[in-house]
């Protein structure tokens, strides 16, 4: 089954505006962390944001925030006054804390930011 | 400064030829490595990972195989290359926990024809 699910294969916004992208996640652990990383057309992969099972607060790291809802467990996030520069593939991604040493990721979403 | 080095960066392979990808990590001692596989519509597929020298854990069953013979050295090996071996293929390394992010190789580009 999957673990993480990303239902937005391709997704437009416009610049100066806000997007989320969506991830969901399937796991009875009640220890995990989830991460979001950002892939431009580069290649290279970029780490973005990290939120914990047991944080309160959602985490938040300039204009990225993560819109944690752990009883849905979904874990969006949030990329706040678009850039050009953010048009990239996101990627949603889990270690689980019994089994930590994997790290799986989702499909992705192709984010195109429109000037 | 951790640094971690994937090559080579394109790689043209006739099918059913052998293959080897290699990756290191500087700068960190006893790191978790990883292999993935990014072909599209599919996202990262992680293919191998490994906690320690020798140690290899497996994912997806495929002609594919990967090696650990040194602490900072992981490599992914194919005896004969599939035309579905194509794809982009990452080496990540991360440190023990479930907070520690993963640090990407720049990737190789594999094509089998």
């Known amino acids: 089954a999957q673990k993480i699910t990303q239902t937005q294969p391709g997704m437009f916004v416009q610049e100066k505006e806000a997007v989320t992208l969506d991830c969901t996640y399937d796991?009875?652990?009640?220890?995990?962390?989830l991460f979001w990383y950002k892939q431009p057309s580069s290649g290279e992969m970029i780490f973005l944001i990290y939120?914990?099972?047991?944080?309160?607060q959602n985490a938040t790291e300039g204009r990225y925030s993560l819109n944690f809802q752990k009883a849905r467990k979904s874990a969006n996030l949030v990329i706040s006054a678009s850039q050009l520069g953010d048009s990239a593939m996101y990627f949603c991604?889990?270690?689980?804390?019994?089994?930590?040493?994997?790290?799986?990721f989702g499909t992705g979403t192709r984010l195109k930011v429109l000037a | 400064s951790q640094t971690i080095h994937q090559w080579p960066a394109t790689l043209v392979q006739p099918v059913g030829s052998p293959l080897s990808l290699e990756c290191t990590v500087e700068?960190?001692?006893?790191?978790?490595l990883y292999w993935y596989r990014q072909a599209a519509g599919r996202g990262l597929q992680l293919l191998f990972y490994?906690?320690?020298?020798?140690?290899i854990s497996s994912e997806v069953p495929q002609n594919l195989s990967a090696s650990r013979p040194q602490d900072r050295q992981f490599i992914l090996s194919s005896k004969k290359l599939l035309l579905s071996d194509s794809g982009f293929y990452l080496c990540?390394?991360?440190?023990?926990?479930?907070?520690?992010?993963?640090?990407f190789g720049q990737g190789t580009r594999l094509t089998v024809v």
């Open positions: 990540a390394w991360s440190e023990d926990g479930l907070n520690t992010e993963a640090f």
């Open positions: 796991t009875s652990d009640p220890s995990y962390g």
């Open positions: 939120q914990g099972s047991y944080d309160q």
């Open positions: 991604a889990m270690r689980e804390g019994a089994e930590r040493d994997k790290y799986i």
């Open positions: 700068g960190t001692s006893n790191p978790n």
């Open positions: 490994s906690v320690g020298i020798g140690q």
